[in-house]
C-alpha cells in the first residue's frame, strides 16, 4: 500500500523529470514517500503491519504468475504447486541439514525452475487448455509429495522454520521483516519491468497476441514459452521460500487448490500484462477477506454466526472474480484509467499534451550493396526463386481449394497471382507460408521449392527465416503492442549489420508514418498504416521473397496506388522478389512482370503483366473494364474451347 | 473380486461426471472448471425438494435434474456466451470463478452440516453377495446401469436425432451452421442443459452412497482426467477412460497408498499428456482448437 504509492510517485516522477521541468517539487515528494515508507512500520498497529508484509510477498507471487498469464499468454493452474515446492524446499533443507537461509533460498528458486523447465516441456506440444491441465496435475502431484514427506517424518502438523539469520544478524522483528519483504517486492518489480523490456519480454507479447503471426515473423515458440514457465516458477518459488521464512511454519493444507485460484485472480482483478496491476491486485486480495472479516465484526453479528464468515469471503471472492472476467478484463488498473479520464473530462483545466515528435532526417535510401541493381529485372526461368509445381490443396480430404497450380517467380521479379474471391489464391499463399495445417486444409500433392529448398512441412517460423515473408491479409499486426515494439519483435539475427541499417534506412524513408506513430498502439492504426506497419516487420526480416495477401484489402484505390508503387521501388531499392496476390488485378498488373489467373482452384492464363493488361478478355473478366455482351459471349466461348 | 467391483463402481462415478466435461467441451470449447460445485448444487437441490417432498424419490430425482438442466442452460447464456470472442482461459475462468461462488453460497445456504441424502429419500441401500470374495450395494448397481443406459441414451442421441445431429454439426465448425441460418448459441445452451443434467444424475447417485457436504465437489475435478484421457471431444471415449483411471486409483488406494487417491487420476493424465494428448478416441487436430 504505501509501497505502491511509493512507487507510482517514483515512476510518474521518473516519468517526468524527462518530460517537463518541475522536477523539484517532485523530488520532495519522493523523498517525503521514502521516509513515509521508512517510517511506515513504526506508524501502524501490528495487524497492519503483517497486512502490508503478506500484500509484498503475494505481489511477488502475483508478478511471477503475470508473467506466464498476463504476457506470454500462458495457463498454469500449478502456482500453488510452485509456491508449496519453494517452502518445502526450505523446509526440508532446514530439517535435514539446518540449511542456512543464503542457501535455501536460492535453492529453492533454483527448485522452482527445475519444475518449470518440467512443467513447461509439454508446451512443446501442447496449447491453451491442456498445458493448463498438465499444471493442474503438478499441483495434486507436489500437495501428495509434501504429505508424504510430513507423515514419513512424523510432521503431521507441518514443518517449524526458525528466524533466518545472515551472518550475526537474525531476522526476527515483523518492522524488520516488512523491510526486507518491501525491498525483495521492488527488486521483483524492477526486474519484471526489465524483462518486458528485453527481446524476450516482447517476444511473450507477441506470443500472447497471435502464435502463428508470431511464428510468421520467426519468434521461436517453443524456447519462449520455457523461458517463461522457468522464470516465472523460479520467481513464484523464490515468493513460497520467503513465506516459509515469514510464516515460520510449512504445512501442505496451505496450498490448496483455491490459493491458485487467489492469484490467478490477483492477476485478473488488478489487470493482466500490467506490472502495477499485478500488486494492486496482490493487495485486493490480500486484504479482501480482512476487510468482511472487520466489516462483520463492526456489524455485531451473533457469534454462532461467524462460522459463515469464511463462506461470505468465498462467495464475495468468487462473484468478484466473475464480475471482473465478465464486465472489467482491463481489471482494476484499467478501472482507473477509464474512472481517471471521467473525471478529467469533467475539469475545465484538462490540457492536451502535445507528444514530441523524434525527428529524424528523411534524405534518399543510399544503397549500399552494389550487386542489387542485377536483379531488377525478371529474366530466365530457368532459375527460380520460388518454384510451385503441380501443388494441390485440399479442405477436409474434399474439395479442392487449389488443384495442380504451377507458378514460378524468378529472382528480383514481380509476379501477381490474379483471381475472384475463392479462386484459391489465398490458400496457394497460405500453403507456401506454412500456414496451411491449423485449418482443416492438406496439401495433397505437388511441391514448393524456395531457392531450391523444399517447404512444404515446414513450421510457418523456418519458412520464415529461410527468407520467404509473408505479409498476411488480416491480422496483421500485433494490435495490443506499440508500432515500435511491432518493429522491434523482429528478429535482428538475420541480416548483417550494414544490411540492417539499411533496412532501417529505408523503412524511416518510405514510412514516415510509422515513425510519427511509434508509441501508439498499433490496434489505433488506420488500415492503410496497419498495411505499412505489416510491410515494415516484414521488410526487417530482410526477405529475399516477399509474399503480399491482398493489399488492396479495405484501402482507398489512391492509397492502393500509393503502396503498390511502394513496393515497386522497394522491390528496386532492396533487391526484393515479390509474390503478390491480389483481387484488385488492375493495381497488381500495373507494377507487376508477369502474372497467373486463377479460376476456382485452377491455372486459367498466364502471361507479361503488359500483355495482360492489353488483353480484351483479361480486361473484362478480371479488369471490370466494360464490354459489349457480344465480346463477352465471346470469350466465354473461347474460355471453354 | 471385491477389486474389480470398486473399480467399476469408481468408473461409473467418473464416466458420468466425464460425459458433462465432454458434453460442454464439444459445444463451447470450454472447460467447465465448476462441474464438481454444479453436481454438488444439484445433490443440495435434491436435499432441498426431499425436505418438501420427504421419501417421494420419483418425484425428487426427475425435478432436481429437470432444475439442474435449466441451471446448465442459464449458465451458458448468462456467463459463457457473453465470453465468445474472449481467450478461451478467461471463459474457463468464468467457470472457476462460479465453482466458488458455489462453494460458499452452499455453505450459506444449506449450512456446513453433513448431510444424508439417502435417509431423507427413504432408500435402504443393501449388500449384495455376488461372489465369495465380492459385494455390492443396490446404489452401487444403480450407479453402473445408469451410467451405462445414459451413454446407450447419448448415443442414440447424437445419431437419431436432428437436434443432435445439429449439436455434432454445431461442435465441428459453428461458423458454418451458421451461414446456414442455424443460432448455434441455442445449440450450446441445450447441451449445456444436458450436461448440468448428467452432472445432477452423478450428483444425486453419489451423495445419496456417501454423504452430502461441501468437499464432495473434489470429485468432479478428479473426474476431469477422465474426460481428457477418452479425447475431450469424444464421449465413446469415456467409458474405457473412466475404467483406466478407476483402475489406477483403485490400486494405488490398494496396494500403495490410500493418500495417492487424489493423484492417481492426474498421474495417469500426465501419462495420458505425454503419449497421447488427443486422448483415447480423439484425434490429433483436436490440440490446434484449443
Known amino acids: 500500500m504505501a509501497m505502491d504509492r511509493h512507487k507510482k510517485i517514483g515512476q510518474k516522477a521518473h516519468a517526468s523529470s524527462q518530460a517537463w521541468p518541475g522536477l523539484r517539487r517532485q523530488g520532495i515528494l519522493q523523498w517525503l514517500a521514502l521516509a513515509l515508507l521508512l517510517a ?9 503491519l503483517d497486512l502490508a508484509n503478506l500484500i509484498a510477498l503475494a505481489s511477488i507471487g502475483a508478478l511471477a504468475l503475470n ?14 504447486a510452485l509456491l508449496g515446492a519453494g517452502a518445502f524446499t526450505v523446509g526440508i533443507m532446514i530439517e535435514e541439514f539446518g540449511a542456512p537461509i543464503w542457501i535455501t533460498v536460492p535453492a529453492a528458486a533454483g527448485m522452482g525452475a527445475a519444475i518449470g523447465f518440467v512443467v513447461g516441456l509439454p508446451s512443446v506440444r501442447l496449447k491453451g487448455l491442456y498445458l493448463a491441465v498438465s499444471t493442474l496435475a503438478l499441483h495434486f502431484i507436489v500437495v501428495f509429495l509434501g504429505g508424504e514427506y510430513q507423515t514419513h ?25 516488512f523491510y526486507v519483504l518491501v525491498l525483495a517486492a521492488a527488486a521483483a518489480t524492477v526486474f519484471s519491468v526489465n524483462l518486458l523490456r528485453t527481446r524476450t519480454g516482447r517476444a511473450w507479447l507477441a506470443l500472447r497476441d497471435r502464435d502463428i503471426a508470431a511464428s510468421a515473423i520467426g519468434v521461436n515458440l517453443t524456447a519462449y514459452k520455457l523461458a517463461a514457465f522457468v522464470v516465472s516458477a523460479a520467481m513464484t518459488s523464490f515468493a513460497g521460500a520467503l513465506t516459509a521464512y515469514y510464516q515460520h511454519f510449512v504445512a501442505v493444507e496451505a496450498f490448496s487448490f483455491f490459493l491458485t485460484i487467489q492469484y490467478v485472480a490477483m492477476v485478473l482483478v488488478g489487470g493482466p500484462g500490467s506490472i502495477a496491476g499485478a500488486i494492486v491486485g496482490a493487495a485486493f486480495v490480500i486484504a479482501l477477506p480482512q476487510g468482511v472479516n472487520l466489516a462483520i465484526s463492526s456489524l455485531s453479528v451473533p457469534p454462532q454466526l461467524k462460522i459463515y464468515t469464511f463462506a461470505v469471503n468465498y462467495a464475495l471472492f468468487g462473484l468478484l472474480m466473475g464480475g471482473f472476467l465478465l464486465f472489467e478484463p482491463g481489471g482494476l488498473v484499467r478501472l482507473a484509467v477509464r474512472l481517471w479520464g471521467r473525471l478529467e473530462a469533467l475539469l475545465p483545466t484538462a490540457t492536451a499534451v502535445e507528444l514530441r515528435r523524434p525527428g529524424r532526417a528523411q534524405g534518399p535510401l543510399q544503397l549500399k550493396d552494389d550487386a542489387m541493381a542485377a536483379f531488377t529485372t525478371a529474366s530466365s526461368t530457368t532459375d527460380c526463386l520460388l518454384d510451385v509445381a503441380g501443388l494441390t490443396v485440399s479442405y477436409s480430404g474434399l474439395a479442392l481449394a487449389v488443384d495442380h497450380l504451377s507458378i514460378r517467380v524468378p529472382a528480383g521479379s514481380i509476379v501477381a497471382l490474379l483471381g475472384a474471391n475463392g479462386a484459391g489464391k489465398t490458400t496457394t499463399l497460405r500453403a507456401i507460408s506454412g500456414f496451411l495445417p491449423t485449418e482443416t486444409a492438406r496439401i495433397t500433392s505437388g511441391t514448393i521449392r524456395f531457392d531450391g529448398q523444399l517447404l512444404d512441412g515446414l513450421a510457418p517460423d523456418r519458412i520464415a527465416r529461410s527468407g520467404a515473408v509473408l505479409v498476411p491479409e488480416r491480422d496483421k499486426i500485433f494490435a495490443t503492442l506499440t508500432v515500435e515494439q511491432n518493429l522491434s519483435i523482429v528478429p535482428t539475427s538475420a541480416p548483417s549489420g550494414n544490411r540492417r541499417a539499411a533496412l532501417r534506412e529505408a523503412i524511416a524513408t518510405y514510412f514516415p508514418i510509422l515513425q510519427e506513430r511509434q508509441r501508439q498502439l498499433a490496434g489505433y492504426l488506420s488500415g492503410g498504416e496497419r498495411q505499412q506497419l505489416a510491410m515494415a516487420s516484414a521488410l526487417l ?51 507487376a512482370d508477369y502474372a497467373y489467373i486463377l479460376s476456382t482452384g485452377r491455372l486459367v492464363k498466364q502471361g507479361p503483366a503488359k500483355e495482360l493488361l492489353a488483353d ?19 470469350t466465354a466461348v473461347e474460355q471453354r474451347q | 473380486m471385491q477389486f474389480w467391483i470398486n473399480v467399476v463402481v469408481l468408473a461409473s462415478t467418473y464416466a458420468l461426471l466425464a460425459a458433462g466435461y465432454v458434453l460442454i467441451y464439444r459445444a463451447s470449447r470450454v472447460l467447465n472448471l465448476a462441474h464438481g460445485e454444479l453436481m454438488m448444487l444439484a445433490a443440495y437441490l435434491a436435499f432441498s425438494i426431499a425436505t ?54 452452499v455453505v450459506l445456504v444449506w449450512t456446513p452440516r453433513v448431510q444424508y441424502l439417502a435417509v431423507l429419500l427413504d432408500i435402504v441401500n443393501q449388500s449384495h453377495q455376488l461372489a465369495p470374495g465380492g459385494a455390492i450395494s443396490t446404489l452401487d448397481i444403480a450407479s453402473i446401469v445408469v451410467a451405462l443406459a445414459l451413454f446407450a441414451a447419448l448415443a442414440a442421441f447424437f445419431r437419431y436425432t436432428r437436434i443432435g445431429l445439429l449439436m455434432r454439426a454445431a461442435a465441428e465448425n459453428p461458423l458454418l451452421l451458421a451461414q446456414r441460418g442455424i443460432d448455434f448459441h441455442r445449440l450450446y445452451a441445450i447441451a449445456w442443459g444436458l450436461a448440468i443434467g448428467t452432472a445432477a444424475v452423478a450428483g444425486v447417485l453419489y451423495t445419496t452412497t456417501n454423504r452430502l457436504e461441501g468437499t464432495v465437489a473434489l470429485i468432479g475435478l478428479k473426474a476431469f482426467p477422465v474426460a481428457l484421457v477418452g479425447g475431450l471431444g469424444s464421449l465413446a471415449g469415456a467409458l474405457p477412460a473412466a475404467l483406466l483411471v478407476a483402475l489406477a486409483e483403485v490400486t494405488a488406494i490398494q496396494y500403495v497408498d ?10 495417469v493424465l500426465l501419462a495420458a499428456l505425454l503419449l497421447r494428448p488427443w486422448g483415447l478416441f480423439g484425434t490429433p487436430e483436436e490440440l490446434e482448437r484449443v
Request: glycine letters at 6%; a positive charge.
Open chain 1, 40 to 48: 511506515f512500520p513504526f506508524i501502524v498497529n501490528p495487524f497492519l
Open chain 2, 258 to 267: 490410500p493418500l495417492l487417491s487424489n493423484v492417481a487420476p492426474f498421474v
Open chain 1, 153 to 177: 517424518h512424523n510432521l503431521s502438523t507441518g514443518i517449524v522454520i526458525p528466524d533466518p539469520a545472515l551472518g550475526p544478524f537474525v531476522l526476527s522483528d515483523r518492522r524488520a521483516w
Open chain 1, 616 to 634: 480484351a478478355a483479361v480486361q473484362e473478366l478480371y479488369l471490370g473494364v466494360s464490354a459489349s455482351r457480344r465480346s463477352y459471349r465471346q
Open chain 2, 52 to 105: 418438501v417432498l420427504p421419501k417421494q424419490s420419483l418425484a425428487v430425482i426427475p425435478l432436481t435434474l429437470l432444475l439442474a438442466a435449466l441451471i446448465g442452460v442459464g449458465i451458458y447464456y448468462l456467463f459463457i456466451r457473453p465470453m465468445a470472442g474472449r481467450p478461451l482461459f478467461s471463459a474457463v475462468l468464468v467457470t472457476v470463478a462460479m465453482g466458488i461462488v458455489i462453494q460458499g453460497l
Open chain 1, 541 to 591: 526480416r530482410d526477405p529475399r521473397l516477399l509474399l503480399v495477401d491482398e493489399l488492396s484489402l479495405g484501402l482507398a484505390p489512391a492509397l492502393v496506388q500509393e503502396l503498390m508503387r511502394l513496393l515497386e521501388v522497394l522491390r528496386r531499392e532492396l533487391a526484393l522478389t515479390i509474390l503478390l496476390v491480389e483481387q484488385n488485378a488492375a493495381a497488381a498488373l500495373n507494377i
Open chain 1, 67 to 80: 508473467i506466464l498469464i498476463g504476457w506470454a499468454g500462458l495457463i498454469s493452474l500449478g502456482h500453488a
